[in-house]
């Protein structure tokens, strides 16, 4: 069975079918340019939405739907409610890929969840040593609760001096005002740039309101970088029971700091190369009943 992912650049619901080109399960073309050259297959899969997809509805075999978003970032963009209601209901569409398993439990008629693949093997740490500093990569936005690990920065470097490395925009007030917080401040950073700042942070922040995974969480365990999440993403980190509260964070972060969690990073690395297994799976069975 030949299948081919399309994409506009979506930044993070593009990913994971990058990530499944890398592991020989499709293959992927970003709906870019000018001459844009769709091989024949006999399933298309589609990431996320967008109005472009209307042109390519007929391209010939079966179409489906990767929805990356769980209800709550749906949630915070309103518009997604509506474009979810549209998949669902459109005749030309037989399959939602859903990233979410509660989502995929509520929508059951076309839906079924299936986990992101991660190709954790291609990711090579670099051989840097650990320096004292915290990183914050996302984009900028209400759902990965910014301000709240902001905040919690404050009040671990009252204790540490701990140089968080950013790429979030705005909050000037906390970032660029000389009584903030110690930070540097990136645009966006090549590869190389970004993976030796991940594997040289004594912590990574990833203390997000809602997700259905979190790539940078996965890529700085494969940098050998633990992750202070909330529990909205699947995978092992320093959990922070209440997101909603800059304390809690801060004192997950200065744990993060005062010990290795070797065995733990392993265990992350083995649970995603579990889910590469399950992702090949449940495709494989699905797809093929269509």
Not at 22 to 51: C, R, S, T
Not at 65 to 80: K, N
Not at 138 to 148: A, S
Request: aromatic share 8%; glycine share 8%.
């Amino acid at each position: 069975m030949k299948i081919v992912s399309l994409s506009v650049p979506f930044p993070g619901a593009k990913r994971p079918l990058e990530e499944g080109k890398k592991l020989g399960m499709w293959d992927f073309v970003l709906l870019e340019g000018e001459k844009i050259a769709i091989p024949p297959a006999d399933v298309y899969v589609f990431a996320a939405w967008h109005q472009i997809y209307e042109q390519l509805l007929g391209l010939g075999g079966k179409v489906g739907i990767l929805w990356t978003s769980s209800a709550g970032e749906m949630d915070f963009e309103p518009v997604e409610q509506e474009y979810l209601r549209r998949i669902r209901e459109d005749p030309r569409i037989s399959f939602v890929w859903f990233g979410d398993i509660a989502l995929a439990k509520i929508y059951p008629e076309k839906g079924f969840y299936a986990p992101y693949p991660f190709d954790v093997d291609g990711v090579n740490p670099p051989n840097v040593d650990k320096k004292e500093i915290a990183t914050l990569f996302c984009p900028t936005g209400p759902k990965k609760n910014i301000l709240n690990q902001l905040l919690a920065m404050k009040l671990v470097q009252r204790e540490r001096k701990l140089t968080l490395h950013t790429n979030v925009q705005g909050y000037e007030s906390l970032l660029n005002d000389v009584r903030g917080i110690d930070a540097i401040r990136h645009e966006w950073l090549p590869q190389v740039e970004y993976t030796e700042l991940l594997a040289s942070a004594k912590v990574n922040l990833a203390c997000s309101w809602c997700e259905t995974f979190n790539y940078n969480v996965a890529e700085a365990a494969a940098c050998g970088t633990i992750s202070v999440i909330s529990e909205t993403i699947p995978l092992d980190g320093l959990v922070v029971k209440d997101p909603n509260n800059p304390v809690h964070i801060a004192e997950r972060i200065l744990e993060g700091c005062g010990t290795q969690y070797i065995d733990t990073l392993g265990m992350v690395r083995e649970e995603i190369k579990i889910r590469n297994k399950e992702c090949k799976r449940i495709l494989g069975e699905r797809l093929s009943a269509l």
